[in-house]
């Protein structure tokens, strides 16, 4: 071991300088610890001579400590790593190994802390001034976040997170661990029952079992079970349950029903008896039973009354109790209902109650013409005809026989739905206006048959060929002349000319 100089200023720039070397190594080693963590490199820094790789070494070995964790291993492996590298190995395989255990509160990473503040009696390296050196407990003068503690350690202090374990827990380094209640106290569950710990907790497990039907008490002594109280339904419904000693028993209920109910099936509850269905009421004849609970009621069919007097139900004339409103014109009373009726000439409509017209004339029952009226229909002919007394049937009118005028001048002919006018068969025809007749001048026209020797004369309807002379003084107009004029200078004719013919002739012609 190296000697030292008395000179306290030689002693303490010696210390001095080693507890500086230490913090640096400290804040290396965590800065390792802290790469480690998250997964980076660990190679070392060589520009520092003055200290050695803290950061290489606690990054490895904190990354060892991960590695082994996530392999499922434990944290108290024997690896030789040294009381150094050991430290920070079980120190990140412990903080994994308390992350993945549960129940933990607010369980947080450890974080490096700054340095304390220089004190009256402190270094900054974290030793008192004095020779051999003493750590100083940081945790007395540096206070931590609310929710952490502080955890002083050699030369410096640390702020990890306060934890709050749960009942049945306790804190340890590596987080809340399950308290083994039987191992702290082995007589906790009794000398007749065995303890067993849960997590958080413990249960207490007899020695021994008891029979069907009963169980152990607090000290191990077995008890009768009252299954009726313990169990949902021990019995069914229509069963009282009845506990016996290590059993129980179902008795059947025992129920008395009001008249009109019966025991159910099931013999739980009191149900309805239907008379109706069964048959057991008194209805009579044409009423209808209607069930009720625990009674039935007899009623009249729809369309029938009870009679009081007699007790039987009679039909109801529904004609006479609502006149003129069941039905649109005629109403018949049946049994129990009734009926609408219409009158001819009507059909009784689709709602049974109105009634609507009926088309006759689409049955063409007119000869002619028909014509369909409300109710009924009319027949007509059309002109020359008239209607027979059969109300249906035209015939033809004989206007020649029942005309009061004359309609014709000459002959009226009956044809069927009129009449024609008719002529002579000889010397007429018939004029424009279908009623006249105009006689033809055959004369005139040509259509006689007498000789140049006569003359033809017209007459109504015929024609005469007479033989025409003038008397003496008289002269023929023309050969087709019937008339004759007579010679006024006759007297003067018989002075100046000796011919009286030639004289007559010459006046003709002058004439």
């Known amino acids: 071991m190296p000697k030292l100089s008395n000179d306290k200023n030689s002693v303490c720039s010696l210390a001095q300088k080693q507890c500086c070397i230490r913090s640096l190594n400290s804040i290396r080693c965590d800065s390792g610890v802290t790469s480690a963590k998250a997964g980076r490199s660990c190679e070392g820094d060589d520009g520092n001579s003055c200290m050695d790789d803290s950061y290489q070494v606690c990054c490895s070995c904190c990354a060892l400590g991960l590695w082994m964790r996530r392999q499922g291993q434990g944290c108290d492996a024997d690896l030789h790593l040294g009381p150094s590298c050991g430290h920070v190995f079980l120190t990140c395989c412990e903080e994994v190994e308390a992350r993945s255990q549960l129940p933990l509160r607010g369980q947080e990473n450890l974080k490096p802390t700054v340095l304390p503040r220089r004190g009256t009696y402190q270094s900054q390296c ?162 209808i039973c209607h069930n009720l609970p625990g009674s039935y009621r007899c009623d009249c069919q729809t369309g029938y009354q009870f009679d009081a007097l007699r007790k039987v ?49 689409d049955q063409k029952p007119c000869s002619q013409e028909c014509v369909n009226m409300h109710g009924s229909y009319q027949c007509y002919c059309r002109q020359g005809y008239y209607l027979h007394e059969d109300g249906l049937t035209c015939e033809d009118i004989d206007e020649c026989s029942q005309s009061i005028g004359k309609l014709c001048a000459f002959q009226c002919v009956n044809v069927v739905g009129s009449y024609l006018c008719a002529c ?43 033989s025409f002379d003038c008397p003496h003084n008289y002269k023929k107009v023309s050969s087709t002349l019937t008339h004759c004029k007579r010679c006024f200078f006759l007297l003067l004719a018989l002075t100046l000319y000796t011919d009286k013919e030639y004289f007559c002739r010459a006046f003709a012609v002058i004439t």
């Open 126 to 287: 974290g030793y008192y001034k004095t020779f051999p050196y003493l750590d100083v407990d940081e945790c007395l003068t540096h206070k931590c976040l609310p929710h952490q503690r502080c955890v002083n350690t050699e030369g410096s202090f640390t702020c990890r997170p306060q934890i709050t374990c749960p009942p049945g827990y306790h804190l340890k380094s590596s987080g809340c661990q399950d308290v083994d209640e039987c191992a702290m106290r082995k007589d906790r569950c009794g000398k007749d029952f065995l303890c067993e710990n849960t997590p958080g907790s413990f249960k207490c497990i007899p020695k021994q079992k008891c029979l069907s039907g009963f169980t152990q008490d607090a000290h191990g002594n077995c008890v009768d079970i009252n299954e009726c109280s313990s169990l949902a339904q021990p019995c069914s419904s229509s069963f009282a349950c009845v506990n016996t000693v290590g059993s129980f028993n179902c008795q059947q209920k025992v129920l008395v029903c009001n008249r009109g109910y019966h025991t159910s099936p099931d013999g739980a509850s009191c149900a309805d008896v239907d008379e109706c269905q069964m048959g057991s009421h008194a209805c009579g004849v044409g009423q």
């Open 313 to 361: 139900c009679t039909d109801v004339n529904e004609c006479w109790s609502y006149p003129g409103r069941l039905c649109a014109q005629t109403c018949e009373n049946t049994v129990g209902s009734y009926l609408c009726t219409c009158t001819a000439g009507f059909i009784l409509a689709s709602d049974q109650k109105n009634c609507e017209d009926i088309n006759e004339c």
């Open 424 to 466: 002579p068969p000889h010397g007429y025809v018939m004029s424009a206006n279908g009623h006249t007749c105009t006689d033809v001048d055959e004369c005139k026209v040509g259509s006689h048959n007498c000789s140049s020797e006569k003359t033809c004369f017209n007459l109504q309807g015929g024609f005469r060929c007479l």
